[in-house]
């Protein structure tokens, strides 16, 4: 995926803490999306995720001028998005409902999904959105911690150095919680796999 | 196939970077982010939004290059007071400088001249101190003898009206 060798956000980041407004508006454009589709999927909820995604960077906006660099920028921001999440959900326990946000009709032309229709009978029997439906219920049943190391390395990609370095945690137990929460997913989807329709 | 494994899990996963937020979203995030904001200042009291600007300044000033600025502006001030005193109290009058040196034989030591002129003011004089009154003859003597090493032939030199008394060059500050 893309996240930055050496921190390329500085200057940014600089012209941000000394009060440039514009810089930190380069800075959530920039990451809008990612940070988007990293709530999104710890979520599953458009509304909850767009109220979250302006309090991340609300809390950046205060905080940008104690940031020192210690880590980098993209780093920093994610962490605070994390932290937020999974305070958020901590406190709206299993009171949820999934709100699905659109699907990008390029998912057609993908080859992984080309290949995973073809080959398993349960995906290419459900429709885009049953399918859709289902990988969130499955996300959700996973505790909120799982669900953030699946959200950022199978969904953002993210090697397991950078997820320790989010939240905090060694590569180990990185490692471990996916190795878990794997196998969580195998569960729930096998479940998909005997009853297609749901 | 009999269940998915991990890397048709992963694959799956991966699809859901398809699921974006309605078209024309984060074009339109980055003014409710500005609305938000600007709600939120005018949430905040008066003397917290006035502390902000006021800290948001100061860290514009970069405060950490700025601790030398105290103790130059001490200096300054402590220079301007000392050349306030030297106008406002002028150095002593040249009347003194009219006083001629008194005549001193050149046996005559600096003790014995300061003595004659303190001793119509009280019973101390230099020539017989209290503390050496008490002394025995042996230190007393000592005192004496050290007075006539120190330049005794010689008449003492006064500094008079802040000009030296030799005639080099002086500096003017």
Redesign the interface.
């Known amino acids: 995926m893309d996240q930055p060798r050496t921190d390329e956000d500085q200057p940014l980041v600089a012209r941000a803490?000394?009060?440039d407004a514009a810089a930190f508006?380069e800075l959530?454009?920039k990451y809008?999306?990612r940070l988007?589709?990293l709530i999104?999927?710890m979520t599953s909820n458009?509304e909850d995720?767009?109220d979250m995604?302006?309090d991340v960077?609300?809390k950046a906006?205060r905080a940008i001028?104690g940031f020192r660099g210690k880590s980098s920028f993209y780093t920093w921001i994610h962490t605070i998005a994390v932290n937020m999440t999974l305070n958020f959900l901590k406190k709206r326990g299993r009171r949820y409902h999934l709100s699905?946000?659109?699907?990008?009709a390029?998912?057609q032309n993908?080859k992984?999904?080309i290949?995973?229709t073809s080959?398993?009978?349960p995906?290419r029997e459900a429709d885009l959105t049953e399918?859709?439906r289902r990988?969130?219920e499955s996300m959700m049943k996973l505790s909120e911690e799982h669900r953030a190391v699946?959200t950022m390395f199978?969904?953002q990609?993210m090697p397991h150095a950078e997820i320790s370095k989010i939240l905090g945690v060694s590569e180990g137990t990185v490692r471990s919680r996916l190795f878990y929460a794997?196998r969580q997913?195998?569960n729930y989807?096998?479940e998909f796999?005997k009853n297609p329709v749901g | 196939m009999d269940h998915f494994d991990d890397n048709e899990i992963g694959k799956l996963l991966r699809l859901k970077r398809y699921e974006q937020p309605p078209p024309g979203y984060f074009e339109n995030f980055l003014h409710e982010f500005h609305r938000r904001q600007r709600d939120e200042l005018l949430r905040q009291p008066i003397w917290s939004v006035m502390w902000q600007r006021l800290s948001d300044s100061l860290f514009r000033l970069n405060i950490p290059s700025l601790t030398s600025m105290p103790a130059a502006a001490a200096a300054v001030l402590v220079c301007a007071l000392v050349v306030a005193l030297k106008v406002y109290y002028p150095s002593p009058s040249s009347s003194i400088a009219t006083v001629p040196p008194p005549v001193v034989s050149p046996h005559e030591s600096i003790l014995d001249q300061m003595s004659t002129e303190r001793v119509g003011d009280n019973h101390f004089t230099l020539r017989s101190p209290l503390s050496s009154r008490s002394l025995g003859p042996d230190l007393s003597r000592q005192v004496n003898e050290s007075a006539y090493t120190h330049r005794a032939s010689t008449p003492p030199r006064y500094v008079l009206d802040r000009l030296p008394v030799s005639y080099e060059p002086s500096f003017n500050f």
């Open positions: 803490q000394s009060g508006d959530v454009i809008s999306p988007y589709g999104y999927n458009h995720t767009n995604l302006q960077f609300a906006y001028k699905l946000d659109d699907v990008d390029s998912i993908d992984e999904f290949e995973v080959t398993s009978s995906v399918l859709q990988l969130n699946v199978h969904i990609g794997n997913l195998q989807l096998d796999r």
